[in-house]
């Protein structure tokens, strides 16, 4: 089946900082998303890629779908506190559902 | 629009019992979710339906798994009997389209002691 590898695992930033993370597939993909999972919450969609090369941005978040459409990251400029959370990749390809990354551990040090 | 709603929250049991879940989609999606996560295992998919049909349940761990939607607006995962190691945070989720976005509930977190 697709396979998503997602890093880094987890990140340890000061405020301020810009963040970076990306995934990348075994195989090509249609679509590619990215969610934020606060505590006790499920994941929340941030940005939609729909086209290979697409540059995407969301406020402080901006997201590339990679060229070779086998690849995504997403980017978080002047991290702020409530930037905490599990960052998911998702993508689509030739199978109906979305195939989820492991996710990115962000946690933002004052 | 009041989102994916899931019920319970939270959810005690001891080993042996039976489990219910419950999940209302968002009002015409035709595409329903059900995931598992896990430390270990992160966001596992269980099963999905389109319009209201399962389309795909190979991720359900075992027979003691069972799901339902009876209608467009109400779905069911049942665990029988309940085993410690479906321990877990299981999630709902819904869309238009399967490959779509998914919008999802805030989860049930299932403690089985």
């Known amino acids: 089946g697709q396979q998503l590898n997602q890093s880094p695992q987890s990140m340890f930033i000061q405020e301020g900082e810009d963040v970076s993370m990306n995934c990348t597939s075994s195989?090509?993909?249609?679509?590619w998303l990215w969610y934020k999972q606060d505590p006790g919450e499920g994941p929340v969609l941030l940005i939609a890629?729909?086209?290979?090369?697409e540059l995407t941005s969301n406020g402080r978040l901006t997201a590339q779908f990679g060229i070779t459409r086998k690849d995504s990251f997403l980017n978080i400029s002047a991290s702020i506190p409530s930037d905490v959370g599990i960052y998911f990749c998702?993508?689509?390809?030739?199978?109906?559902?979305?195939?989820f990354g492991s996710g990115t551990q962000l946690t933002v040090l004052p | 629009d009041a989102g994916v709603i899931q019920s319970p929250r939270h959810e005690v049991t001891e080993m042996g019992q039976e489990v219910t879940l419950r999940c209302k989609p968002i009002?015409?999606?035709?595409?329903l979710f059900w995931y598992r996560q896990t430390m270990m295992r992160g966001l596992e998919l269980l099963i999905y339906?389109?319009?209201?049909?399962?389309?795909?349940d190979s991720g359900m761990p075992e027979d003691r798994f069972s799901a339902k939607m009876p209608n467009a607006s109400f779905s069911t995962l049942k665990i029988q009997p309940s085993e410690p190691r479906d321990s877990a945070v299981y999630f709902c989720?819904?869309?238009?389209?399967?490959?779509?976005?998914?919008?999802f509930g805030s989860g049930t977190r299932l403690t089985v002691v």
């Open positions: 989720a819904s869309s238009l389209q399967t490959g779509n976005g998914y919008t």
């Open positions: 195989s090509i993909f249609n679509t």
């Open positions: 890629l729909y086209k290979a090369g």
């Open positions: 998702a993508g689509r390809g030739s199978a109906r559902q979305l195939t």
């Open positions: 009002s015409g999606h035709n595409s």
């Open positions: 339906f389109n319009n209201n049909v399962p389309i795909d």
